[in-house]
């Protein structure tokens, strides 16, 4: 089946360390996005990137950076973890053009920042 | 003012009965808007989307949508107790469809 995964799955870090979260898709799609989920938050939007050569910030940039190394490969980056990026990371994809852009999330990852 | 505003719930109704989940939103250029369901612990997962005013019916979900009136809201019929689960609304930001605004979602509590 045509997925979105995400790895790792879990990571316990310490305040300073440089952290990848890496996501990988099988479903053809052009645009992929990375949130964040905190506890009545929601999910925020960190970036988003619509082609290989695209990268865009969202909501919450600061803190974090992209690659997008193919059409189906999007790492975020964290280049000092703070404890306050403590989170549920989701990765998602959309097909865009000649769609209603509708997202499909991955498994996710549980960031804690110790 | 939130951009999308949910009740957070819990939202407690019998097995068998109609779970009625509203949102509204800001963004009058929405165009598109999408429910998620996310269970505790898990990545959401589309339900789905509704670009017209009027009802939307798919299986035992119906959305309906009033544009004027900056509200949508998800219709379960028949719900179960593995419908449990936080129930996200998120329209489409702008006039385009480049990027989803996400409310914090309504929790939905099915009890036997």
């Known amino acids: 089946d045509a997925d979105v995964t995400q790895t790792p799955r879990n990571r316990i870090t310490k305040t300073g360390k440089r952290i990848m979260l890496e996501c990988s898709q099988t479903?053809?799609?052009?645009?992929m996005y990375w949130y964040r989920q905190d506890p009545g938050l929601g999910l925020r939007l960190i970036y988003y990137?619509?082609?290989?050569?695209?990268?865009n910030k969202g909501e919450i940039s600061d803190g974090y950076s992209v690659s997008r190394q193919a059409q189906a490969k999007f790492s975020l980056s964290l280049e000092s973890a703070i404890p306050n990026q403590t989170a549920l990371y989701f990765c998602?994809?959309?097909?865009?053009?000649?769609?209603?852009?509708?997202?499909?999330f991955g498994p996710g990852t549980r960031l804690t920042v110790l | 003012q939130k951009e999308v505003e949910q009740n957070s719930g819990p939202l407690s109704v019998p097995e068998g009965a109609i779970a009625s989940l509203n949102c509204t939103y800001s963004d009058r250029g929405s165009q598109s808007f999408f429910w998620y369901r996310q269970y505790s612990g898990k990545s959401p997962e589309l339900i789905m989307f509704i670009y017209s005013n009027g009802d939307k019916e798919d299986g035992r979900f119906t959305a309906q949508l009033n544009k004027a009136s900056q509200y949508v809201s998800l219709l379960i019929r028949d719900s179960q107790p593995s419908d449990s689960a936080t129930y996200l609304c998120a329209p489409s930001r702008g006039s385009g469809y480049n990027k989803l605004i996400f409310g914090a979602g309504t929790r939905l509590a099915v009890h036997p």
């Open positions: 998602a994809t959309s097909a865009g053009l000649r769609t209603h852009n509708e997202q499909f």
């Open positions: 990137s619509f082609d290989v050569k695209d990268i």
């Open positions: 479903k053809g799609h052009d645009r």
